[in-house]
C-alpha cells in the first residue's frame, strides 16, 4: 500500500504564498516522477507542476515563473512553493508520485486526497 498526504492549503489574499507538502509513505521500493495537479470548481484537473526523479521540472504555462516544485528524496516528500497567487489559482491541489512498490516490477501512479487552496481578499 501507498499513500501520499498533502498539507500547506489554506486562504491566502492575492499576492501571497503558500507552500504544499506531500509525503509518499508505504511499502516503497522507488519513486519517479512526482508533481502537483489542481482542479477548480467546474473545471477539470490540470497538471500544474512535475518534477522528475532527476530534479528536471515541468510547469504549466499559467504558473511558470511563479510556481516552484521540488522533492526530498530521503524524505519522499514533493513541495509546492507558490507565490504571486491570483483568485484564478483557488482549486483542490492533488499530489501525484509514480512508484514502484515492494516486490513489483512495475510504476504505477499514485495520487493524494487533495489539499485546498483559495485565493480571496
Known amino acids: 500500500q501507498v499513500q501520499l498526504v498533502e498539507s500547506g492549503g489554506g486562504l491566502v489574499q492575492p499576492g501571497g504564498s503558500l507552500r504544499l507538502s506531500c509525503v509518499v509513505s508505504?511499502?516503497?521500493?522507488?519513486?519517479?516522477?512526482m508533481g502537483w495537479y489542481r482542479q477548480a470548481l467546474g473545471k477539470q484537473r490540470e497538471m500544474v507542476a512535475i518534477?522528475?526523479?532527476?530534479?528536471?521540472?515541468m510547469y504549466a504555462p499559467s504558473v511558470k515563473g511563479r510556481f516552484t516544485v521540488s522533492r526530498d528524496n530521503a524524505k519522499n516528500t514533493v513541495y509546492l512553493q507558490m507565490k504571486s497567487l491570483k483568485p484564478e489559482d483557488t482549486a483542490a491541489y492533488y499530489c501525484?508520485?509514480?512508484?514502484?512498490?515492494?516486490?513489483?516490477?512495475?510504476?504505477?501512479?499514485?495520487w493524494g486526497q487533495g489539499t485546498l487552496v483559495t485565493v480571496s481578499s
Open positions: 501525484n508520485a509514480v512508484v514502484r512498490t515492494q516486490g513489483s516490477s512495475s510504476l504505477d501512479g499514485y
Open positions: 508505504g511499502n516503497i521500493f522507488g519513486t519517479g516522477a
Open positions: 518534477v522528475g526523479s532527476g530534479g528536471s521540472t
